[in-house]
């Protein structure tokens, strides 16, 4: 009997994640990452009086995550879908972004940014992951 390995997220053979609550859980994981890395460092920073603590761009916590959407950029095949697929979801993730800031634009740096890149993630994994299929499958 041979026991088959799973690893975490699931991919298909060409290496792109075959599940939403994968990508999801990918992106989230590494922006809560991220998120505690702003933290400890801005904290540090407090510590050494070298500003106030809340100061640091939030927004820097999103780069876990671009990470993971740029492996998947890379795991569809050339063509214009993938191009189409992350230029609109880009798009619309970075507006829904900056709206999600703006709207948190009384709370401190490092939270509003935080938000923003929570919601950008979000965006991004919904579109991305809907939008390449349905582009893949209408290309051909």
Known sequence: MT???????RRDAEGRIEHLPDLLGVALAGLVIGVLALVVFDAGFALMGLGEFGRANGWLA???????????FRAWSY???????????AA???T???????LAEELPAL???SLAAGV??????????????WLA????
């Open 3 to 9: 026991e088959e390995k799973t690893t975490y997220p």
């Open 62 to 72: 999103i780069i876990l995550p671009a990470w993971i959407f740029v492996e998947e």
């Open 79 to 89: 063509g214009p879908a993938r191009i189409a697929a992350a230029l609109v979801a």
């Open 92 to 94: 619309v993730s970075i």
């Open 96 to 102: 829904a972004g900056l709206l999600a800031a703006g």
């Open 111 to 113: 939270a509003s940014g």
């Open 120 to 133: 950008f993630a979000l965006v991004y994994s919904l579109i991305w992951f809907y939008g390449i299929r």
């Open 137 to 140: 499958h209408r290309v051909g």
